[in-house]
């Protein structure tokens, strides 16, 4: 009987109807999950750090004894940094003011204190002249982990819309945080949407990798 039918899993007929049975799964679960978000349109705000440069490749060169300095006013800055924080509508919908809860800011630290707002614009152009400013956290050492940085007052943030603030650090390099995401209904993204597609992309891999048989072996 097996030398005349053969090995289940040598027969091709069988994988046929497993690889059917498998995308057919897949179309549905896809089906649903599109009819679900068409239903239901999630808001999503992003934010991410775009760029962190020294300004001081090296350290040698700064400092009380290094050849070079950086200045603000009379301040002379020990380790600078320029920041580039970009925060985008990544939604399908407008996020309007009203979606800041109790009127709160969008916060985000950087680990050092900001000491000037170099430039900000956004795309499309919005006037962001009143919305942007810096904070600094009540008690907060000038040495410590959160020693303030930047807020987004409540403002309209059209579909599509990405705002882009550069700011100027004196401090080491740590990991920018939002330490105020108030914004109601609305789900907060971390990451790029480049780096999302990707790791969507890795997600779906490895789910259909797991509805063939062994599982994880073709990985």
């Not at 994988?15 to 896809?30: K, M, P, R, Y």
């Not at 300095?69 to 009379?74: A, I, K, M, P, Q």
Request: hydrophobic share 45%; net charge neutral; with cysteine.
């Amino acid at each position: 009987m097996e030398i005349l039918a053969g090995r289940w899993w040598q027969n091709v007929d069988v994988w046929a109807i497993i690889v059917s049975a498998i995308v057919a799964v897949l179309l549905g679960w896809l089906s649903a999950w599109a009819t679900l978000r068409a239903s239901n349109p999630k808001r999503k705000v992003g934010w991410w750090e775009q760029s962190n440069t020294p300004l001081f490749a090296e350290s040698r060169y700064a400092g009380e004894n290094g050849p070079l300095t950086v200045r603000l006013g009379n301040t002379q800055l020990e380790k600078p940094r320029i920041i580039d924080l970009v925060i985008a509508n990544l939604g399908k919908h407008d996020i309007t003011a009203a979606m800041f809860h109790e009127g709160a800011p969008l916060r985000f630290s950087f680990g050092a204190p900001v000491l000037v707002t170099l430039e900000y614009g956004s795309t499309p152009a919005a006037d962001l002249s009143q919305l942007i400013n810096t904070y600094v956290d009540n008690g907060a050492m000038p040495t410590g982990p959160l020693v303030g940085g930047i807020e987004l007052k409540p403002t309209l943030l059209r579909k599509g819309q990405t705002v882009t603030i550069t700011v100027l650090v004196d401090g080491d390099r740590r990991p920018t945080q939002c330490t105020s995401f108030p914004l109601v209904d609305v789900a907060e993204v971390t990451e790029p949407p480049s780096v999302r597609a990707r790791t969507l992309g890795r997600a779906v891999l490895e789910n259909v990798l797991a509805l063939l048989p062994g599982g994880g072996l073709l990985r």
